[in-house]
């Protein structure tokens, strides 16, 4: 919490649901030989082969927002355990494509069985999933997502002493 403020910051809410949320589906995928961070890539390598993409590891990292050595990291540890594959792309040889395997699209659609059972007992506290209150904050979440961040300036003294 910053000084002088009577409760917690939207920045501080937001990182503790953040991690609320990442334990939660890391607990709930885990059966199925996964982490939360690997769920996220392969839902998300999941609908973009859907839609007839098959992305790169850097278009992967932009969709989900991780960052590309991670993207590369758990890439590699999916790859070992037989979920993805990943092919050099013929139209640019320094980028790697990565697509599910049958065995990696299968354990895909029961981890979002698993995470979208998951996300209607997290969110009925609004509703749940398809409730109004949650479509709302949906949206208000995604226009902080979207909105860009201009890095604060070095020493910038209204920026010391405070929390995410």
Known sequence: MSKGSPGPTPGFLVWRLANKW????????????ITHAQYSLIASLHGMQRAGERPSQRQLADHTGLEALYVSKLARALES?????????????????LALTGQGQAVTRQAIAVVQELHQQLLEPLGGLDAPRTHALTV??????NAPLTPPAPNNKSTRGTTP
Not at 81 to 93: A, Y
């Open 140 to 145: 208000e979440l995604t226009t902080l997502l």
């Open 81 to 97: 355990s037989g979920l993805i594959e990943r092919t050099r792309d013929p139209r640019d040889p320094r980028a790697v494509q």
């Open 22 to 33: 990442r334990v939660a589906v890391d607990r709930a995928v885990a059966p199925l030989g």
